[in-house]
């Protein structure tokens, strides 16, 4: 016998409906596995909306690893770029220099003739090399033996070689600030390796201020002396090169006690590397 109760809740056709399909709902297997995605679903949802741990930090190693990569590539091109601009100068003459450009805006002109190693006087080179760097022969561009010496008397000044002169000359500006400094060790460094010795002085005699306004060996030649470079006596060499530290206080052609006490002395210097074999690399 069915109960009262029972009877009610069956007596309309919806509710005997609603009563059968209930349980296999309540019976599917499938049901709770629906339920737990539905909910692992959410969880998912949720933890994805929080910001992720440690997400600043990967950032910024990423930036820095960008930053580091586009750095290297920096170097890699201006190192690159130096080495084709010393060796574009091995074959053609450096047409000046910064120093160069400067003093001929501030003057209006500026006197100077290309002139190759075989049109001046030998000893006019060995003068230069007396005067200005002695070892030039033996070292790699840097006088390690003269900067110390330098650097125990306390001096400043000095120590600087030919092959530095021509960096600074030809490539960079004048000054002692130590970004120059820096360029200029890297940049005599790739010329000691890529130039010949004599093609460095060649350079560095072309160069070289020698009054105001006037560069290079042939042009001070004439200016001076009414001569070329190639018709150079030993005397003239001699004292051209005494002026080359401070060509605008000293004159080679009416030379003050101090020039020609100092000429004599690299007369005599320019006669000891010839002997002594320091002048064989030119």
Same mark, same amino acid.
């Given at each position: ?58 950032? #910024?190693?990423? %930036? =820095?690893?960008?930053? !580091? +990569?586009? @750095?290297?590539?920096?170097?890699? $091109? *201006? ?110 460094? #790739?010329?000691? %390796? =890529?130039?010949?010795? !004599? +093609?460095? @002085?060649?350079?560095?005699?072309? $160069? *070289? ?74």
């Amino acid at each position: 016998m069915i109960s009262c109760q029972a009877c009610g809740q069956l007596s309309s056709p919806g509710a005997a409906v609603h009563a059968l399909r209930a349980p296999s709902r309540a019976l599917d297997p499938g049901a709770g596995f629906v339920t737990k995605g539905r909910m692992s679903r959410r969880r998912t949802r949720s933890r994805s909306s929080r910001p992720r741990r440690g997400g600043v930090l990967n950032a #910024l190693a990423n %930036a =820095l690893r960008w930053l !580091r +990569r586009w @750095l290297l590539r920096l170097v890699s $091109v *201006a190192f690159l770029f130096s080495v084709f601009w010393v060796v574009l100068y091995i074959a053609i003459n450096p047409p000046g220099g910064l120093y160069m450009l400067q003093e001929y805006r501030r003057i209006g002109s500026i006197e100077r003739q290309w002139v190759p190693m075989g049109a001046i006087a030998p000893v006019m080179a060995r003068s230069v090399v007396a005067a200005e760097d002695a070892n030039f022969c033996t070292h790699w561009g840097f006088d390690m033996g003269e900067i110390r010496r330098v650097i125990d008397q306390g001096g400043t000044r000095g120590a600087s070689t030919i092959s530095q002169q021509v960096v600074k000359n030809v490539y960079l500006w004048h000054g002692r600030d130590w970004t120059r400094k820096v360029l200029e060790a890297g940049f005599t460094l #790739l010329v000691e %390796a =890529l130039w010949s010795k !004599r +093609r460095i @002085l060649e350079v560095y005699l072309n $160069v *070289a201020e020698f009054d105001d306004g006037v560069f290079g060996v042939e042009a001070a030649a004439r200016h001076y002396f009414g001569v070329t470079a190639r018709e150079l006596s030993a005397l003239q060499a001699a004292r051209l090169a005494a002026v080359l530290p401070a060509p605008k206080a000293r004159d080679a052609a009416r030379p003050s006690d101090f020039v020609r006490r100092r000429a004599s002395a690299i007369m005599d210097g320019a006669a000891t590397i010839e002997r002594d074999g320091r002048a064989d690399c030119f």
